[in-house]
């Protein structure tokens, strides 16, 4: 990852409903949300969300397919640990303590989910 893509993602999660977007579809994975259900839980007309969700598939935060008459969006949590990956990645100039609670923080807070049988 570059500066130039970290730039891209930033400014795409830099506007409110694309932000929330953003949120719903983390907080989705990995199933991910049809587009009218995502403008519906965004509450904005999904002429509206469609071009939130082109800004966003640009930024490579989010990735879409085709599921019969539907397209399903999923965030690429994989290119959004990149960029946050970037962003930290000289942060301690060689002290690791410097660095240490925020590595700490991006860890997962969610454990996996208990098997009730």
């Known amino acids: 990852m570059d500066d130039e893509q970290v730039i891209v993602a930033l400014a795409a999660l ?3 409903t694309r932000l929330n977007a953003f949120k719903a579809l983390v907080a989705s994975a990995p199933d991910g949300v049809p587009a009218g259900e995502l403008a519906r839980l965004c509450s904005v007309p ?6 939130h969700l082109a800004i966003l598939l640009r930024s490579r935060l989010v990735s ?3 599921h019969s008459r539907s397209i399903i969006y999923r965030a690429d949590l994989d290119h959004f640990r990149a960029m946050t990956l970037h962003l930290v990645q000289d942060c301690c100039g060689g002290r690791p303590e410097v660095c240490a ?3 700490q923080g991006l860890t997962p807070s969610c454990s996996p989910k208990a098997d009730v049988s």
Not at 46 to 51: A, E, G, L
């Open 64 to 66: 879409a397919h085709r």
């Open 14 to 16: 830099a506007q409110p």
């Open 46 to 51: 999904q002429n509206t969300m469609s071009s």
């Open 101 to 103: 609670p925020i590595i």
